[in-house]
């Protein structure tokens, strides 16, 4: 069973909407080799696996875990990246009416973002083509998956590094960033395992091989030693760390290091309502209903440790 926690992986940037950025990105969500897939194939691959050879399974399972972060952390990009393009200015309860709101929309690289999303992330690729589970590559064999998710986190970090030069916007690029610096760290993990049943890479690691702190948000990430990282995002123990340890399989003279979750996390932003796309489309008495619900909720909640005393899942982390 899994648990969340309301913080993200990495913090996104503030910089203006930019539908064009939002949609390039969308290919590291939704596409042949984004973060849908990594995060399905590799749960697919733990869930399904085979034998004793825990230390695997456990590291597997631990990319695996990331990966849902990372979903979570692009979509949130995404629509940080569209919410507010159009630049409706009206009041929360207010009808756009006759006027052209969302004129704008029709005009952008997926239209369908403003018509279907309501200025918010979809499950599709760059293209509008919806992301579809054939993408899932679970062989049953522990060699053969170790190289494709190797094979799929490289051909990743080479788009993200393509998506990066796409776009100077702020908010596109520190969470591309992040997602460049962690799919290297992917690519060890099982290149690191590889290694383990006999593998030499020599000096092919990692893919595509160029001087990335030449991306200064990158760069950033890799002096703070991000991508020589591994989580285990277990609560009851993990063996991870018998494989993700030691020298790196980029003969760089870094060392691997595994840790139980990220040493930070940062505030997941709430989207703000957009009437213009009459998003959450309360009225006042619907409104009056869920503000009494929060209401109650809160006191609940307060109660509740006035008795048994503060929540630990709801310490800072």
Not at 104 to 112: D, L
Not at 183 to 210: N, R, S
Not at 261 to 270: F, L
Not at 274 to 292: C, M, N, T, V, W
Request: charged share 25%; hydrophobic share 35%.
């Amino acid at each position: 069973m899994f648990y969340h926690v309301k913080n993200l992986i990495h913090p996104i940037v503030d910089d203006r909407p930019d539908p064009s950025a939002a949609n390039a990105l969308q290919e590291g969500l939704g596409g042949q080799f984004g973060e849908m897939r990594t995060m399905m194939q590799f749960l697919f691959q733990s869930f399904n696996f085979r034998g004793d050879g825990i230390p695997y399974l456990d590291l597997i399972h631990g990319v695996a875990m990331e990966e849902i972060s990372h979903v979570e952390l692009v979509t949130k990009t995404i629509s940080k990246l569209l919410d507010g393009a159009p630049g409706y200015d009206g009041g929360k309860f207010d009808t756009p009416g006759d006027s052209t709101v969302l004129d704008m929309a029709k005009e952008q690289k997926n239209p369908h973002h403003f018509i279907v999303g309501a200025q918010a992330a979809l499950p599709v690729d760059a293209a509008g083509n919806p992301w579809s589970g054939s993408y899932v590559h679970n062989h049953g064999n522990l060699v053969l998956d170790l190289l494709d998710n190797l094979v799929l986190e490289a051909t990743g970090r080479l788009q993200k590094s393509r998506i990066y030069q796409m776009s100077d916007n702020k908010t596109l690029r520190s969470t591309i960033s992040f997602l460049i610096v962690r799919d290297g760290a992917h690519q060890m993990a099982f290149a690191k395992a590889l290694e383990t049943l006999g593998v030499d890479w020599a000096k092919i690691l990692p893919v595509p091989k160029f001087d990335e702190t030449q991306f200064p948000e990158v760069k950033k990430l890799m002096d703070a030693g991000v991508h020589n990282e591994a989580y285990t995002f277990s609560l009851d123990g993990s063996m991870m760390d018998q494989i993700f340890s030691g020298s790196s399989p980029a003969n760089d003279g870094s060392e691997l290091v595994t840790l139980k979750e990220p040493k930070e996390s940062y505030p997941c932003p709430i989207s703000p309502e957009r009437p213009e796309e009459f998003a959450p489309g309360l009225d006042p008495e619907l409104q009056k209903l869920a503000d009494a619900f929060s209401e109650f909720k809160e006191k609940t909640l307060k109660d509740m440790e006035d008795k048994a005393g503060p929540n630990p899942r709801n310490k800072e982390i």
